[in-house]
T-cell receptor, first 112, second 114 residues
Framework: NAGVTQTPKFQVLKTGQSMTLQCAQD?????MYWYRQDPGMGLRLIYY???????DKGEVPNGYNVSRLNKREFSLRLESAAPSQTSVYFC???????????FGQGTRLTVV | GQQLNQSPQSMFIQEGEDVSMNCTSS?????WLWYKQDPGEGPVLLIA?????ELTSNGRLTAQFGITRKDSFLNISASIPSDVGIYFC??????????????FGKGTKLSVKP
């Protein structure tokens, strides 16, 4: 039962470097999400994909891009990392008829 | 944007104590969810509430969907050490039959009393 799998689990980047965070789910869910978690800020939605082929901005999209590669995979790209993007990133997925969102274990990103 | 006000931000528990936390909003939600996050893990769903006034239990946890649909609370009875973690409330609105996105509160951090 893999559920939602995120890679990598940890990453350190230098300011200006780029990277892609990967997310895959094996539950045949239509919707997928990227959140960031910062101390005292809760979970804030970066981007989401309501179905394969569509993506939309969430609350804090600046500095990020996403790709819904297929139904299983939803990646998050930082083109030019900044220290303000130091955070824990969570991917989540949800079925069409379900309210519950299932989360991955997170990617802890530090930008120095 | 929409916001959920979750309180308290943090609390210390002693084994055996009852714990209570709540979420309020200026907006109406169709669904309220409560999640728990253990250190180093992603949030996991504890309880989902779908109707105003609904009271639902899951073991020692009890949650209620407020009558006004603008608030929810979570109670933990007889707390144990493994209850420590961060608890999040989340609300969802539906638009014309479509699911809205989940809006999360900022979390309540439960720690053990020193």
């Amino acid at each position: 039962n893999a559920g939602v799998t995120q890679t990598p689990k940890f990453q350190v980047l230098k300011t200006g470097q780029s990277m892609t965070l990967q997310c895959a789910q094996d539950m045949n869910h239509n919707s997928m999400y990227w959140y960031r978690q910062d101390p005292g800020m809760g979970l804030r939605l970066i981007y989401y994909s309501a179905s394969e082929g569509t993506t939309d901005k969430g609350e804090v999209p600046n500095g990020y891009n996403v790709s819904r590669l297929n139904k299983r995979e939803f990646s998050l790209r930082l083109e030019s990392a900044a220290p303000s993007q130091t955070s824990v990133y969570f991917c989540a997925s949800r079925g069409r008829a379900s309210t519950e969102a299932f989360f991955g274990q997170g990617t802890r990103l530090t930008v120095v | 944007g929409q916001q959920l006000n979750q309180s308290p931000q943090s609390m210390f528990i002693q084994e055996g104590e009852d714990v209570s936390m709540n979420c309020t909003s200026s907006s109406i939600f169709n669904t309220w969810l409560w999640y728990k996050q253990d250190p180093g893990e992603g949030p996991v769903l504890l309880i989902a509430l779908y109707k105003a006034g609904e009271l639902t239990s899951n073991g020692r946890l009890t949650a209620q969907f407020g009558i006004t649909r603008k608030d929810s609370f979570l109670n933990i009875s007889a707390s144990i050490p493994s209850d420590v973690g961060i608890y999040f409330c989340a609300g969802q609105q539906n638009y014309g039959g479509s699911q809205g996105n989940l809006i999360f509160g900022k979390g309540t951090k439960l720690s053990v009393k020193p």
